[in-house]
């Protein structure tokens, strides 16, 4: 008898660590956004190498179990397996690691042959500005409203350095609510691009760039650097690595070292990069009405930052001769998502005519929006550290 009490009492106990007895409503409905953000990356390839992690990550985050058992294995407790890998986000070197794989990646030669590019990427950081203010009118403090605003840049890896120097607490939400508006890019922009166009606008045919050297690709990260890390010293974590890789990938000397930092290291990081940040949306976290808002102020963005950037073309079209008018369909590539929203211009330009092809001119502004958004979180950080 006394044995079998003890068999009983042992599975009781057993009973109060399983997920079942520790489940709250919380943890199911984020275990289903988890389960939706990797069904959109799998049949509708929505960006499926940022959302199948951070997916898998919600859905890791929310497992239920007592918290004070002493387990550790949960993102929040010392010594556990996911702590360790979380300090890449909390301590903010994640994202400089992913900007020096963007910079090994991208070619810079677009926006070097036809410099002016780069106010279109300048232009299309009006989101970030114009969500600053909303969140401020929302409430929120000034710190957290930079790290909720650096979403009009549709710079995930951003969002996270900057949120998690500015504020931290809302950083799971900024970065989930970051990623998808990333992935949700084809779907966001057209319609505006279609709205503050005309046909006759859809059609310009620019000419083709001129041929950029070796010498000119190889100064343009050491020029890039001094120029923006002058100005805006904060942002060298972000500036310093992404001009790195683009020297390694230019320099035709360390062929070995940009081939890893655009693919293995990149990859791995990413995947780390993902899966923790969906962790890091606890039920208990995440489902305020802070989120809500965040995910109000970061759709609000990141239409002001795709208009921005097509109505900036307009007006400067009304200043360029006839035969140098650019297509305002590049305006939306001057948000950060490289080279996705290039493509979308590319892919919108051939819509209405199949012998237009827009894609290396707009990725000019793409990838000045890549070095805007560092440049603008660099000055949000420097004002409010």
């Given amino acids: 008898m ?32 988890g389960a939706l953000l990797i069904y959109l990356a799998i049949r509708k390839d929505f960006e499926p190498l940022l959302l199948v992690p951070i997916g898998l990550g919600i859905i890791l985050g929310n497992i239920p179990f007592r918290a004070d058992a002493g387990l550790e294995i949960g993102l929040y407790e010392d010594n556990s ?10 301590l903010g070197w994640y994202p400089p690691l992913v900007f020096l794989g963007i910079g090994a990646m991208t070619d810079f030669s677009a926006l070097i042959a036809n410099p002016k590019l780069v106010l279109i990427g300048a232009a299309a950081q009006f989101g970030i500005f114009g969500a600053y203010m909303t969140a401020l009118a929302l409430g929120f403090e000034p710190n957290q409203a930079a790290g909720i605003a650096i979403i009009g840049g549709a710079d995930g890896p951003t969002a ?12 799971g939400a900024i970065a989930v609510c970051a990623y998808s508006y990333m992935a949700l ?18 059609v310009i045919k620019m000419k083709p760039a001129r041929e950029v050297s070796q010498t000119e690709r190889i100064l343009f990260p050491i020029i890039g650097l001094l120029l923006t890390t002058f100005i805006v010293p904060s942002g060298l974590p972000l500036l310093g690595m992404l001009f790195f890789g683009n020297l390694l990938k230019e320099s035709g000397k ?27 949306t606890q039920a208990s976290e995440f489902l305020t009405l802070n989120t809500i808002f965040i995910f109000f102020i970061g759709a609000c963005a990141f239409i002001l930052a ?17 035969d140098k008018k650019l297509n305002p369909l590049i305006g939306n590539a001057g948000v950060s998502a490289v080279p996705m929203a290039a493509r979308i211009s590319n892919n919108l330009g051939l819509e209405y005519d199949r012998h237009n092809f827009l894609l290396m001119h707009a990725m000019g502004p793409n990838v000045a929006g890549v070095i805007g958004s560092a440049v603008a979180a660099g000055a949000l950080l420097g004002f409010l550290s």
Wanted: aromatic share 10%.
């Fill in 185 to 202: 890019v084809p779907l966001i922009q057209p319609p505006l691009m279609r709205l503050l166009t005309t046909k006759k606008e859809r």
């Fill in 2 to 33: 006394g044995f079998i009490n003890f068999i009983a009492e042992n599975f009781n106990e057993f009973l109060t660590y399983t997920g079942f007895a520790n489940a709250s409503v919380g943890n199911l409905i984020m275990i289903i956004v």
């Fill in 254 to 280: 360390t062929t070995r070292l940009a081939k890893t930092a655009g693919s293995a290291l990149n990859d791995i990081v990413v995947m780390l990069l993902g899966l923790t940040v969906g962790c890091s």
């Fill in 306 to 322: 795709t208009m921005s950037g097509v109505c900036f073309v307009k007006v400067m079209n009304l200043f360029l001769p006839k």
């Fill in 81 to 90: 397996v996911l702590n360790f890998f979380y300090q890449g986000v909390k």
């Fill in 160 to 171: 996270i350095f900057l949120s998690s120097k500015l504020s931290p607490n809302l950083m």
